[in-house]
Protein backbone atom coordinates (compact mmCIF):
# COMPACT_ATOMS: atom_id res chain seq x y z
CA UNK A 1 0.00 0.00 0.00
CA UNK A 2 1.46 3.32 -1.01
CA UNK A 3 0.56 6.09 1.61
CA UNK A 4 -0.35 9.28 -0.66
CA UNK A 5 1.19 12.81 1.02
CA UNK A 6 -1.08 14.86 -0.88
CA UNK A 7 -2.99 14.13 2.56
CA UNK A 8 -0.99 17.24 4.13
CA UNK A 9 -0.90 18.89 0.53
CA UNK A 10 -0.40 18.39 -3.12
CA UNK A 11 3.16 20.53 -2.54
CA UNK A 12 3.88 17.67 0.28
CA UNK A 13 3.84 15.30 -2.06
CA UNK A 14 6.04 17.13 -4.60
CA UNK A 15 8.57 17.92 -1.55
CA UNK A 16 9.27 14.24 -0.89
CA UNK A 17 9.79 13.56 -4.36
CA UNK A 18 12.99 15.84 -4.07
CA UNK A 19 14.97 13.10 -2.28
CA UNK A 20 15.46 9.28 -3.54
CA UNK A 21 12.93 7.03 -2.13
CA UNK A 22 14.02 4.43 0.40
CA UNK A 23 12.49 1.08 1.42
CA UNK A 24 12.71 0.66 4.79
CA UNK A 25 12.49 -3.32 4.63
CA UNK A 26 15.91 -3.44 2.99
CA UNK A 27 18.84 -3.69 4.83
CA UNK A 28 20.80 -2.63 1.82
CA UNK A 29 18.11 0.07 0.55
CA UNK A 30 18.50 1.39 4.28
CA UNK A 31 21.93 1.90 4.16
CA UNK A 32 22.78 3.21 1.00
CA UNK A 33 20.07 5.95 1.46
CA UNK A 34 21.25 7.14 5.18
CA UNK A 35 24.93 7.06 4.15
CA UNK A 36 23.63 9.67 1.43
CA UNK A 37 21.73 11.80 3.37
CA UNK A 38 24.21 11.92 5.86
CA UNK A 39 26.72 12.95 3.27
CA UNK A 40 24.99 15.80 2.37
CA UNK A 41 24.33 16.60 5.91
CA UNK A 42 28.38 16.77 6.30
CA UNK A 43 29.46 18.35 3.14
CA UNK A 44 27.76 21.80 4.10
CA UNK A 45 28.69 21.31 7.96
CA UNK A 46 32.32 20.40 7.55
CA UNK A 47 32.56 16.74 8.41
CA UNK A 48 32.47 15.17 5.12
CA UNK A 49 36.03 14.06 5.75
CA UNK A 50 35.19 12.33 8.87
CA UNK A 51 31.83 10.87 7.66
CA UNK A 52 33.85 9.25 4.37
CA UNK A 53 36.82 7.38 6.81
CA UNK A 54 33.63 5.97 8.98
CA UNK A 55 33.40 2.18 9.13
CA UNK A 56 31.31 1.38 5.89
CA UNK A 57 30.19 -1.57 6.91
CA UNK A 58 25.98 -2.09 7.08
CA UNK A 59 25.36 -1.73 10.76
CA UNK A 60 24.24 -5.02 12.21
CA UNK A 61 21.32 -3.72 15.01
CA UNK A 62 17.71 -4.26 14.44
CA UNK A 63 17.47 -0.16 14.16
CA UNK A 64 19.51 0.19 11.42
CA UNK A 65 18.35 3.89 11.04
CA UNK A 66 19.35 5.10 14.23
CA UNK A 67 22.99 3.09 13.50
CA UNK A 68 23.45 5.59 10.69
CA UNK A 69 22.48 8.36 12.85
CA UNK A 70 25.38 7.51 15.37
CA UNK A 71 27.63 7.38 13.28
CA UNK A 72 26.97 10.72 11.35
CA UNK A 73 26.84 11.78 15.24
CA UNK A 74 30.09 10.59 15.39
CA UNK A 75 31.91 11.90 12.32
CA UNK A 76 30.35 15.12 13.60
CA UNK A 77 31.92 15.14 16.78
CA UNK A 78 35.33 13.88 15.68
CA UNK A 79 34.98 17.26 13.46
CA UNK A 80 34.41 19.48 16.66
CA UNK A 81 37.96 18.30 18.24
CA UNK A 82 39.59 19.97 15.61
CA UNK A 83 38.12 23.13 14.80
CA UNK A 84 36.02 24.69 18.02
CA UNK A 85 35.08 28.06 19.09
CA UNK A 86 31.82 29.74 20.02
CA UNK A 87 30.50 29.62 23.44
CA UNK A 88 31.79 29.19 26.39
CA UNK A 89 32.06 26.40 29.36
CA UNK A 90 28.93 27.92 31.09
CA UNK A 91 27.16 28.72 27.97
CA UNK A 92 27.34 25.41 26.80
CA UNK A 93 26.18 23.95 30.01
CA UNK A 94 23.08 26.05 30.76
CA UNK A 95 22.53 25.56 26.30
CA UNK A 96 23.18 21.11 26.52
CA UNK A 97 20.66 21.60 29.97
CA UNK A 98 17.51 23.40 27.99
CA UNK A 99 18.07 21.76 25.20
CA UNK A 100 17.54 18.30 26.63
CA UNK A 101 14.32 19.64 28.76
CA UNK A 102 12.73 20.88 25.57
CA UNK A 103 13.61 17.51 23.67
CA UNK A 104 11.88 15.44 26.29
CA UNK A 105 8.91 17.96 26.01
CA UNK A 106 8.97 18.12 22.00
CA UNK A 107 8.84 14.26 22.32
CA UNK A 108 5.73 14.23 24.18
CA UNK A 109 4.08 16.60 22.50
CA UNK A 110 4.80 15.21 19.08
CA UNK A 111 6.64 18.67 18.24
CA UNK A 112 10.21 18.64 17.96
CA UNK A 113 11.33 19.97 14.75
CA UNK A 114 10.28 23.28 16.75
CA UNK A 115 10.25 23.52 20.33
CA UNK A 116 9.23 26.11 22.02
CA UNK A 117 8.48 27.01 26.12
CA UNK A 118 8.47 29.86 28.49
CA UNK A 119 12.47 30.42 29.28
CA UNK A 120 11.48 30.99 33.00
CA UNK A 121 10.60 27.49 33.51
CA UNK A 122 13.57 26.13 32.34
CA UNK A 123 16.88 25.01 34.15
CA UNK A 124 18.36 28.30 34.93
CA UNK A 125 15.72 30.24 33.48
CA UNK A 126 17.78 29.73 30.14
CA UNK A 127 20.39 32.04 31.54
CA UNK A 128 23.91 31.97 32.35
CA UNK A 129 25.90 33.83 34.66
CA UNK A 130 29.25 35.37 32.96
CA UNK A 131 31.02 38.79 34.05
CA UNK A 132 28.99 39.07 37.13
CA UNK A 133 26.01 39.53 35.24
CA UNK A 134 23.10 37.19 33.81
CA UNK A 135 23.09 36.18 30.03
CA UNK A 136 20.94 34.41 27.91
CA UNK A 137 21.63 31.24 26.35
CA UNK A 138 20.29 31.73 23.04
CA UNK A 139 19.38 34.40 20.75
CA UNK A 140 15.90 35.49 21.45
CA UNK A 141 14.11 34.81 17.57
CA UNK A 142 11.30 37.15 17.55
CA UNK A 143 11.11 39.05 14.23
CA UNK A 144 9.66 37.56 11.24
CA UNK A 145 11.76 35.44 9.55
CA UNK A 146 11.75 32.37 6.81
CA UNK A 147 10.01 30.15 9.53
CA UNK A 148 7.64 31.96 10.80
CA UNK A 149 6.35 35.94 11.76
CA UNK A 150 8.05 36.22 14.67
CA UNK A 151 7.56 34.68 18.46
CA UNK A 152 5.73 37.57 20.45
CA UNK A 153 3.84 34.78 21.81
CA UNK A 154 2.98 34.82 25.40
CA UNK A 155 5.54 36.65 28.15
CA UNK A 156 6.91 34.67 30.76
CA UNK A 157 5.16 33.73 33.27
CA UNK A 158 7.85 34.88 36.11
CA UNK A 159 10.58 37.62 35.94
CA UNK A 160 13.68 36.23 33.83
CA UNK A 161 17.32 37.38 34.99
CA UNK A 162 18.54 37.32 31.86
CA UNK A 163 16.19 39.69 29.78
CA UNK A 164 14.07 37.07 28.36
CA UNK A 165 10.46 38.70 27.53
CA UNK A 166 9.29 36.14 24.82
CA UNK A 167 9.45 31.93 24.33
CA UNK A 168 12.44 30.63 23.65
CA UNK A 169 12.12 29.27 19.90
CA UNK A 170 14.69 26.50 18.20
CA UNK A 171 13.70 24.79 15.34
CA UNK A 172 16.02 21.88 15.54
CA UNK A 173 14.66 19.93 12.86
CA UNK A 174 16.61 21.79 10.42
CA UNK A 175 19.94 22.26 13.23
CA UNK A 176 21.96 24.10 12.89
CA UNK A 177 19.90 26.58 11.46
CA UNK A 178 18.17 26.82 14.08
CA UNK A 179 16.22 30.43 13.91
CA UNK A 180 14.17 32.01 11.84
CA UNK A 181 15.29 34.87 11.25
CA UNK A 182 19.20 33.99 11.05
CA UNK A 183 20.07 31.86 7.71
CA UNK A 184 23.84 32.91 7.51
CA UNK A 185 26.23 30.93 5.78
CA UNK A 186 27.42 29.20 8.84
CA UNK A 187 24.37 27.40 10.64
CA UNK A 188 24.02 29.60 14.32
CA UNK A 189 23.68 25.81 15.68
CA UNK A 190 27.67 25.42 14.58
CA UNK A 191 28.62 28.11 17.40
CA UNK A 192 27.13 25.87 20.36
CA UNK A 193 30.49 24.30 20.56
CA UNK A 194 32.56 23.86 23.89
CA UNK A 195 35.50 21.69 24.94
CA UNK A 196 32.51 18.98 24.92
CA UNK A 197 30.85 20.59 21.99
CA UNK A 198 27.67 18.72 23.90
CA UNK A 199 24.56 21.38 22.72
CA UNK A 200 25.26 20.95 19.53
CA UNK A 201 25.89 17.20 19.35
CA UNK A 202 22.53 17.13 20.96
CA UNK A 203 20.57 19.55 18.44
CA UNK A 204 22.30 17.44 15.21
CA UNK A 205 21.13 14.31 17.06
CA UNK A 206 17.34 15.56 17.12
CA UNK A 207 17.74 16.29 13.60
CA UNK A 208 19.27 13.13 12.90
CA UNK A 209 16.48 11.10 14.58
CA UNK A 210 13.89 12.66 12.74
CA UNK A 211 15.23 10.98 9.83
CA UNK A 212 14.54 7.94 11.69
CA UNK A 213 10.82 6.01 11.66
CA UNK A 214 10.16 6.08 14.91
CA UNK A 215 10.98 9.75 15.93
CA UNK A 216 9.66 10.90 12.58
CA UNK A 217 6.31 9.16 13.31
CA UNK A 218 5.75 11.17 16.39
CA UNK A 219 6.47 14.63 15.04
CA UNK A 220 2.89 16.16 13.90
CA UNK A 221 4.40 16.42 10.01
CA UNK A 222 0.99 19.42 10.26
CA UNK A 223 3.46 21.55 11.81
CA UNK A 224 6.40 20.87 9.59
CA UNK A 225 4.02 21.11 6.61
CA UNK A 226 3.63 24.59 7.99
CA UNK A 227 6.91 25.88 8.54
CA UNK A 228 7.85 24.63 4.80
CA UNK A 229 4.85 26.84 3.63
CA UNK A 230 6.32 29.48 5.20
CA UNK A 231 9.64 28.75 4.37
CA UNK A 232 8.41 28.83 0.62
CA UNK A 233 6.60 31.47 0.38
CA UNK A 234 8.70 33.50 1.47
CA UNK A 235 11.85 32.14 -0.27
CA UNK A 236 10.33 32.24 -4.01
CA UNK A 237 10.07 35.64 -4.50
CA UNK A 238 13.61 35.86 -4.12
CA UNK A 239 14.00 32.82 -6.27
CA UNK A 240 12.25 34.29 -9.15
CA UNK A 241 14.86 35.93 -9.60
CA UNK A 242 17.78 33.89 -9.94
CA UNK A 243 17.70 32.24 -13.97
CA UNK A 244 17.62 28.90 -14.68
CA UNK A 245 20.69 26.46 -14.82
CA UNK A 246 21.22 26.29 -18.73
CA UNK A 247 21.76 23.15 -20.62
CA UNK A 248 24.56 25.46 -22.23
CA UNK A 249 26.67 28.64 -21.70
CA UNK A 250 26.82 28.68 -18.03
CA UNK A 251 28.23 31.79 -17.01
CA UNK A 252 31.09 31.02 -14.34
CA UNK A 253 30.76 32.17 -10.71
CA UNK A 254 26.96 32.67 -11.25
CA UNK A 255 24.06 31.41 -9.28
CA UNK A 256 21.85 29.33 -10.81
CA UNK A 257 18.67 27.20 -9.90
CA UNK A 258 19.35 23.64 -10.69
CA UNK A 259 16.27 21.86 -10.52
CA UNK A 260 14.79 22.93 -7.14
CA UNK A 261 17.97 23.45 -5.51
CA UNK A 262 20.59 26.79 -5.83
CA UNK A 263 24.01 25.70 -7.80
CA UNK A 264 26.84 27.91 -8.73
CA UNK A 265 28.59 26.98 -11.73
CA UNK A 266 32.21 26.58 -11.58
CA UNK A 267 32.69 28.64 -7.93
CA UNK A 268 31.88 28.33 -4.41
CA UNK A 269 27.99 28.10 -3.43
CA UNK A 270 29.20 29.13 0.03
CA UNK A 271 29.36 33.00 -0.68
CA UNK A 272 26.26 33.18 -2.39
CA UNK A 273 22.86 33.78 -1.38
CA UNK A 274 19.50 35.53 -1.79
CA UNK A 275 18.69 38.89 -0.06
CA UNK A 276 15.01 39.69 0.80
CA UNK A 277 13.32 42.29 3.35
CA UNK A 278 13.52 39.47 5.78
CA UNK A 279 17.49 39.49 5.51
CA UNK A 280 19.19 36.90 3.52
CA UNK A 281 19.25 33.31 3.21
CA UNK A 282 22.93 31.58 2.11
CA UNK A 283 22.87 29.72 -0.49
CA UNK A 284 24.32 27.07 1.62
CA UNK A 285 21.86 27.40 4.02
CA UNK A 286 18.54 27.28 1.23
CA UNK A 287 19.44 24.15 -0.27
CA UNK A 288 20.30 22.33 3.32
CA UNK A 289 16.84 23.39 4.75
CA UNK A 290 14.87 22.67 1.31
CA UNK A 291 16.82 18.85 1.86
CA UNK A 292 15.98 18.57 5.37
CA UNK A 293 12.03 19.06 4.56
CA UNK A 294 12.10 16.36 1.95
CA UNK A 295 13.98 13.95 3.95
CA UNK A 296 11.41 14.60 6.34
CA UNK A 297 8.57 13.81 4.51
CA UNK A 298 10.23 11.39 2.46
CA UNK A 299 11.04 9.24 5.28
CA UNK A 300 7.36 9.57 6.47
CA UNK A 301 6.19 8.16 3.12
CA UNK A 302 8.90 5.21 3.96
CA UNK A 303 7.43 4.68 7.18
CA UNK A 304 4.15 4.55 6.22
CA UNK A 305 5.02 2.49 3.21
CA UNK A 306 6.50 -0.54 5.57
CA UNK A 307 4.38 0.18 8.20
CA UNK A 308 3.15 -3.25 8.99
CA UNK A 309 6.92 -4.33 8.75
CA UNK A 310 7.89 -1.80 11.67
CA UNK A 311 8.05 -2.77 15.31
CA UNK A 312 4.76 -2.73 17.35
CA UNK A 313 5.38 0.28 19.39
CA UNK A 314 6.04 2.16 16.27
CA UNK A 315 2.74 1.00 14.55
CA UNK A 316 0.72 1.89 17.66
CA UNK A 317 2.25 5.77 16.93
CA UNK A 318 1.04 5.68 14.08
CA UNK A 319 -2.21 4.06 15.32
CA UNK A 320 -3.07 6.70 18.10
CA UNK A 321 -1.09 10.04 16.71
CA UNK A 322 -3.16 13.06 16.68
CA UNK A 323 -2.34 13.69 12.75
CA UNK A 324 -5.08 12.49 10.93
CA UNK A 325 -3.77 11.84 7.70
CA UNK A 326 -0.99 8.86 9.71
CA UNK A 327 -4.27 7.66 11.74
CA UNK A 328 -6.13 6.76 8.74
CA UNK A 329 -3.56 5.29 6.73
CA UNK A 330 -2.91 3.42 10.23
CA UNK A 331 -6.41 2.24 9.63
CA UNK A 332 -6.08 1.46 6.61
CA UNK A 333 -3.09 -0.67 6.91
CA UNK A 334 -4.92 -2.91 9.82
CA UNK A 335 -7.57 -3.77 8.05
CA UNK A 336 -5.63 -4.55 4.83
CA UNK A 337 -4.14 -6.89 6.89
Do not use: K
Not at 98 to 113: I, N
Amino acid sequence: MTPDLRCYGDDIQALAALVPDVDLRSPMDIHGWYRGEWQHIAEPLGFAQQLAGAPMAIPTTADRAAAMTLTGLAAFERSLHEARAGVTDLQARAQSTVLQQLTTAGHERGELWRVTADPTTLSTGACYAERGGSLRAFYPDTAPGYFGEGWPGPPPRAESACGWTTPLVLHLGTFPWVYSSRLEAVGPGMRWTSPSAQPALEGLYVMGSLMEPATNLRQDARQVAVIFRHFTAHSAPLLARIPRFPSSRAEAGRLYRRGSFLHVHQGSLHIAGLDGPRGRVAAPAYNYVLRRFACFFAIRRAALRALSALPAEVQQLAATSADPCMRQHAQEVARAG
